[in-house]
């Protein structure tokens, strides 16, 4: 399945489901001095972050393999609704492919791989579109 974030494809990685958390919310504990007890303050759901491992494999030459993972990283910031295995997640930005470890050639196939994870950052409230 496909994985895009506006009009950008993410190229083809081998990829399983998304991983979500809920939604992160501000909590703020008040005490004041001579009271017994606390006064909290909790915010509403803000943002959460989404997370994929990926597996980008079959190229001829480490610098092929580089230069798709550099190309990633020019999209920093891009937002928009994000679509993996053709679930939509709205109101994302993209944050980084932060690699779990350095390229390597395979092996079997003489190709080379990166394995790392895809992170994006959702909003519970509408974006803005970018400038």
């Known amino acids: 399945m496909g994985i895009s974030l506006a ?5 083809n990685p081998l990829h399983g489901a998304i991983r ?10 008040q005490t004041f001095f001579g009271l017994a ?3 909290v303050l909790i915010g ?14 079959g190229y001829s030459t480490e610098a092929l393999l580089r230069e798709a993972v550099a190309d990633l990283t020019e999209h920093q910031g891009d ?18 492919f932060e690699p779990s470890e350095a390229p ?3 092996l079997i196939s003489g190709t080379w ?16 579109d970018p400038p």
């Open 79 to 96: 937002a928009g609704d994000l679509t993996v295995n053709a679930i939509v997640w709205p109101n994302s930005v993209f944050v980084a």
């Open 104 to 106: 390597f050639r395979d």
């Open 113 to 128: 791989v990166q394995r790392g994870q895809l992170r994006w950052l959702q909003s519970k409230v509408v974006l803005p």
């Open 44 to 57: 509403q759901p803000t943002t959460r972050m989404l997370t994929l491992d990926a597996t980008y494999a």
């Open 20 to 29: 979500d958390v809920p939604y992160e919310q501000t909590i703020s504990p």
């Open 7 to 11: 009009s950008y494809a993410y190229g």
């Open 37 to 39: 007890g606390a006064y």
